[in-house]
């Protein structure tokens, strides 16, 4: 008879579903009814009434309203003897899950990964994990339920998901009351911004913090009791925020709130009346901090109203955003001292002889990103330090440094004057630098006293080279030399310099051998002379001369006549001008077109000399023929005169 009803109940809500109204069927699992056999034969915007006990983990991939209550008193219950699946699973849009008096066992109690589910008026309890796991969800409402004894959260919020938590009561789980983790965001104790009364929850006595905002995540806590949990009643770490108004939250076992990794928080204030600007307060103390900070945290908003055996605040770290100097004098138990001389000291420590820091940083634009460094100090043993714009891993290094002035006292944001750019270049009157240097107009470089010059030297390359003023002034440009120390960077090249030497009025090009002395290799003189260590020079009277000692020559050999003429035979007299000097006439040779004999190795260039070398050869050789010819003529001569 059962099964023949359970058939009736199936053909009659295909009858309706087909003419498209909503059915309710009822599931009594104490006289062998199988809930997910209802699930499986319902259709979306059916209600299924549950009555006894379901030994049975059940997947919802419909959107129907599953109710435990009969006879308006919630008595149902849902017991998940599988422990590695959920005890319910909900794989489906708009589902409702409501008026359980007991959903339990399995891994989860209530599983969810789809959009807009309602879970309300449950006891959710004593599963192998968490209470409610909402993973990659998007908004269900959690509300009204008693979610308890489970054996890590009561609820989880994991995997970039979203959930309204609201009028539940949270107790008794053996980690954490609510865990908001990996990108995930919720409202705890109220449903829209536009709430004027809180919609409180309850979180106590879990083994845990009461709630936990960690990882990218973010959390609106507004109007709840949190109290007596074994950790903080609130911890928001790494890189996540929270804003926190109207609770009570006291009697945990840590911190009422603490702060860490780079996160911050909101508090309410007092500057409104809405829910959403009343300050926190505590009842009975937290065993430690009313509200701790660490390292890179940032709060802000009405300190002071929550407190614990230790006080009401600890700053433990940098980077903290306060309201006021008064807030860091009496909350944080800072080193803060405004002296008669107007200076005001800053410190995470106040005993002697201890490393101290201190910092501030910008809230970011994105809030699930690292604040922005402004500045940090370090006073060490060894130290005193301070960093502008990042040198801390506690928050994002500043991608633009900017320094302005004005020219009197009442001047609006004034005039950049420098910048130094993201890719490192500094500019100087100009905010747009474009090389590591890059300064809008001129440079002058002086020293107002003392003897020393100066130098600007490039000390990344294998050797050095600097340009140097030395202390009688004289400009000097040197390639691996040290003016400092007069010695060579690498003694195994060789040196050069070039140098203005103003008192021996002269310019001179310095060459250092390896394993010699520096030795002037040419000289351009105040007379205009030019002299060089080839041996050739030019004289101030403007003559050029050639090197032609016989200390500069080797393989010396007689230029025979034969080849003075053959050569001058071949050297073809033009006239021409310079491509670059159109009307300055010249005479001479083609460089590629002369004999071996007076060619150079590129055949770009002649030598004068050689060219002189060989008519002074032919003239010679021309001399002797023509004194062998004017005997020959005198003898002849002779013999006319005589007759023989």
Sequence with gaps: MRLFGLVVIGVFFG????TGEAATINVNCSTGGV???????????DTISVNGICNENVDVDKSVVIDGKQLGIPTAEIHGPDTAQPTVKIRAGSVTIKNFHSIQGGQDGIYVSVCGPTIL??????????????FAGTNPTINGNTIQTNTRYGIDLYANSFATIINNTITSNTSDGIAITETSAARIGFSSGSDTVASPNTITNNGGRGI??????????????????????????????????????DNNQQHGIFVREDSGVNLGNGS??????????????NLKWGISYSTGAYVA?????LN????????????ITISSLSDIADDFGIDVVTASNGLIRLGNALGNNTTKTVGMVLRHYNNGEEPVILFGGTSTSAINSLAFGGGSASGNAATQLDFYTAPNPTTPVGTSRMTIASNGNIGIGTTAPSRNLDVSGGVPIMQNAGTAGFDFKNTGATFGSSISVGTAGNPNLYGNWSAATNAKDDVTKVAWALRLDIGGDRFRVVRVPVGGSPADVFDVNGNGSITSSTGAFLSAGGAWTDASSREYKENIKELTSEEAINTLAGLNPIKYNYKTDKDERHLGFIAEDVPDLVAV???????????VAVLTKVVQELKARNEMLEERLLTLESKDKTGK
């Design 15 to 18: 009858f309706l579903a087909s």
């Design 35 to 45: 809930l997910q056999t209802a699930i499986d034969g319902a259709a979306s915007g």
């Design 121 to 134: 008026n449950n006891t959710v309890q004593n599963t192998g994990r968490d209470g409610i796991l909402v």
């Design 212 to 249: 936990y905002v960690y990882s990218s995540s973010n959390a609106r806590i507004v109007g709840n009791t949190i109290s007596g949990n074994a950790g903080e009643g609130v911890r928001v770490a790494k890189l996540s925020h929270a804003d926190i108004a109207n609770n009570t939250i």
């Design 272 to 285: 409104g009346t809405t829910i959403f600007d009343l300050p926190n307060d505590t009842t009975v103390n």
């Design 301 to 305: 908003g009405r300190l002071g109203t």
């Design 308 to 319: 614990g055996d230790n006080g009401a605040s600890d700053c433990s770290g940098i980077g």
């Design 601 to 611: 190795k590129d055949r770009k260039g002649l030598s004068p000399m050689d060219i």
